[in-house]
């Protein structure tokens, strides 16, 4: 579900549960689109269905939402002050949606996001291993392991990175990333996102075809949060484009070949070695073609970086 596609979808699938709704947030905003969600939520729990909300706190309307959730017979939590959820993750009964939607009315109409709606029993059923231990004990890491084979491998909090390496060391034809994020830094040049940088400059030299897009809304152009990135990039000759500074591209997507994944991780040292997270690896040219599709739609409507830019 790319842009704003997913929210017909988690309405549907909170209407249509009939056994379990967990949801794990970094933020929720009681407005405009979210509002209809937590309606639904609240509703799902009026019919009996077993319905748990936990959120990180640090957005400023997860309290009042939250409120509203559990005056409507929802089970609410707030996580660990000392971590943080940066998940998007919803489970209804077999069906597990994870992302980078957070629960805003913007992620829902406006932004540039990408997250994937899978039906799996025991896809479905790491995640609720996952969401389990954050649920009653929110500031542990769960370390779960993935033994299971096919073309969908769930990645939790730290089985993300690998996999994103993994994926730009393999690639032999093609990488395309769309990214909110990529904070490297010269400061440390063997950080996780150092290495990130470095396959896709590597993939490029090696003749695979590499195109990043990346965010230039303000918060991010402002703060320089991908300045060290691009200018590594560019120098390592790879295409770089930025979206209209007046769309939030908030997606964290990567495809190498006929691999995609799907996270709300952004490129940085939080996101990939603290925070809480859930992504998706489809190994399906049927499920790359028409992110690839997107991507260069969002590259028409982008502006190519030259060095020195």
């Known amino acids: 579900m790319l842009d704003g596609d997913l929210h017909p979808l988690l309405i549907d699938a909170i209407s249509g549960a009939t056994q379990r709704i967990d949801v794990a947030q970094y933020t929720l905003y009681d407005s405009g689109a979210v509002s209809q969600l937590i309606d639904a939520l609240i509703s799902a729990a009026g019919r009996g269905i077993p319905v748990r909300v936990l959120a990180d706190e640090a957005a400023s309307g997860t309290e009042s939402a939250l409120a509203r959730l559990s005056a409507g017979g929802v089970d609410t939590r707030l996580d660990d002050a000392a971590v943080t959820t940066h998940t998007k ?51 542990v890491d769960p370390a779960l392991h993935w033994s299971g084979d096919g073309p969908l491998t769930p990645l939790t909090n730290r089985a993300v990175y690998p996999a994103l390496f993994d994926c730009l060391s393999a690639a032999s ?22 290495r990130l940088v470095d396959g896709l400059i590597a993939a490029q030299g090696r003749g695979v075809d590499v195109g990043v897009i990346l965010d230039a809304s303000t918060w991010i152009v402002d703060n ?44 940085s040292y939080s ?33 190519a970086i030259t060095s020195g830019q």
């Open 224 to 267: 320089a949060i991908n300045d060290h990135a691009i200018s590594r990039l560019r120098d390592g000759g790879v295409p770089v484009w930025r979206t209209p500074e007046g769309v939030t591209t908030h997606a964290k997507v990567l495809v190498c070949d006929d691999t995609t994944i799907i996270s709300d991780a952004n490129w």
């Open 271 to 303: 996101a990939l070695t603290a925070y809480h997270g859930a992504s998706l690896q489809l190994d399906d040219a049927a499920v790359a073609e028409p992110v690839v599709a997107w991507w260069s739609l969002l590259k028409a409507d982008s502006t």
């Open 89 to 139: 993750l919803l489970i209804a009964d077999e069906h597990t949606i994870v992302g980078s939607h957070n629960w805003s009315s913007a992620a829902m109409t406006s932004n540039h996001e990408g997250s994937v709606m899978v039906w799996s029993p025991a896809v479905t059923l790491h995640y609720a291993e996952f969401f389990e231990s954050l649920w009653s004990r929110p500031a």
């Open 173 to 194: 034809t093609r990488v395309r990333v769309v990214m909110y994020a990529i904070a490297d830094s010269m400061t440390y040049p063997d950080s996780e996102v150092a």
